[in-house]
């Protein structure tokens, strides 16, 4: 059983085009994030995201947008791609806790995109 | 940015301890160390974390330096499958606080 699943696993797709990632999790957790991962190696936080509340880094361009349908699914929009928008980009999800709770953050396996 | 440093590669032999340093002087009473990692081409995978105490699971030991501004990772054995990237990462225990990763140590088991 997947517990953090994304669609497709690779999009190779022109320049200026809108294109959708979708993120699925059967863990019930009630966060859910977007990370890109660029040539570079580094895995940056892109959104957090529970019911109530929308965390954006604030590095991200307005043409990247996170929308949930319902708790376990978080999808990623992108609007007019650019080259550089080229990377692998996770979703993850956690349980919300407060105090010493764990918080780990479950990955799903990557989309790698692919911007020409 | 990271609130950790991380040698940027390490070897070790199949079998062998293999020990992954973190330094992490700024960390608050608050933080917690993490450590996650990442097999090529997968997505990160948590191992371990800890407050102050040593922690010991499944996968690997975490030793907390008393004044906690570093810690060791041990995988006990270490495979050829254990060849990742692994991230040693500072979080607010309170909810809320991203996990932000640096650039890891790259650790290749050797055979």
């Known amino acids: 059983d997947t517990a953090v699943s994304q669609t497709p696993k690779y999009l190779v797709t022109q320049m200026g085009n809108d294109k959708s990632i979708k993120c699925e999790q059967n863990?019930?957790?009630?966060?859910m994030y977007w990370y890109k991962q660029d040539s570079k190696k580094f895995l940056k936080i892109m959104f957090s995201?529970?019911?109530?509340?929308?965390?954006i880094n604030e590095t991200v361009p307005n043409r990247f947008s996170p929308k949930s349908p319902d708790k376990a699914h978080l999808n990623l929009h992108i609007n007019s791609l650019e080259l550089g928008d080229s990377a692998v980009y996770f979703c993850?999800?956690?349980?919300?806790?407060?105090?010493?709770?764990?918080?780990?953050?479950?990955f799903g396996p990557g989309t790698r995109l692919t911007v020409l | 940015d990271a609130k950790t440093t991380q040698p940027p590669s390490m070897d070790c032999a199949e079998g062998r301890a293999a020990n992954l340093p973190c330094n992490h002087s700024?960390?608050?009473?608050?933080?917690?160390v993490y450590w996650y990692r990442q097999i090529h081409s997968q997505g990160p995978q948590y191992i371990i974390h800890?407050?102050?105490n040593n922690e010991t699971n499944e996968m690997a030991s975490l030793i907390i330096t008393e004044d906690r501004k570093s810690s060791t990772l041990i995988l006990p054995h270490a495979t050829l499958r254990d060849t990742a990237v692994y991230y040693c990462?500072?979080?607010?225990?309170?909810?809320?606080?991203?996990?932000?990763f640096g650039p890891g140590t790259r650790l290749s088991v050797l055979p």
């Open positions: 993850a999800s956690s349980k919300k806790g407060g105090g010493r709770s764990r918080n780990e953050q479950f």
């Open positions: 863990l019930g957790h009630d966060t």
């Open positions: 995201y529970n019911n109530k509340e929308l965390i």
């Open positions: 700024t960390i608050s009473g608050n933080e917690y």
């Open positions: 800890g407050l102050k």
């Open positions: 990462i500072v979080r607010d225990y309170n909810y809320g606080q991203n996990f932000v």
